[in-house]
């Protein structure tokens, strides 16, 4: 077969897209240029923003723009798909019914990643948008997987509000060390492991000096991912998600 292709509906954020290329650059095995993944992507930043319509559904609804990017995606020749966004996970259902190749899922993965490692009872700290977490769709991922899923309370939550969309997406100052603070005051919660669960979260998961193992970066899972299922067709011959 000829090396499977993945398509990333990108633009969601424009930075946190290419830090995702650059994740699955460095999770691959590669000595030379051709022993990495091929890949397509559509960086679309006019994709309305999903907090804003999970919050208040009469604002545009960035589920069609998706599903377009999707099959436009398909057509390019992608053989699977991935979404550089968490919160895009609320329309997951409908991306994926739109093409007929799978859609490699963040939430779940990062949910399955953490109930191998950390044990299933565990009590997950979750650091997301506003709408990630008023939408419950990444708790009930993580519960499917006898995961507990603790909140930031809403002091912290305006915080890594203002991180997500002052600094990330603004293109504005932030400190880096303030992830660090808001995963350990869930981690004084009880919180076993705490999810980096906004791709904008992600960019300032990179720039820490020290990333201890009870962070989970959410886009860090998910290029692992789709890394192992390109190295795994390439072995077999054939994709399998």
Known sequence: MNWPVL????????????????ALIRHTPASRDQDHMPMIVFNDPQIPDRTAHILDHSK???QPEMEKVAR???DAGADYLAISCNTAHYYYEGINSAVS???VNIMEETAKRIASEVGQGAQVG???????IASGVFQSYLERHGLRTVEPDASEQREVTSL????????GPYDDSQL???GESLRARGCDAVIVGCTELSVIYQDLDERPAWLYDSL???AERCVQIYLDARERGTLAI
């Open 220 to 222: 860090d899972v998910l």
């Open 126 to 132: 979750l650091l997301a948008t506003e709408g990630t």
């Open 164 to 171: 997500i969309y002052d600094g990330v997406k603004a293109n």
């Open 7 to 22: 398509g990333i509906i990108g633009g969601v954020g424009p930075l946190a897209t290419a830090y995702f290329m650059e």
């Open 101 to 103: 190749i799978p859609v």
């Open 180 to 182: 660090l603070v808001l």
């Open 60 to 62: 545009a609804d960035p």
């Open 72 to 74: 436009w995606l398909q």
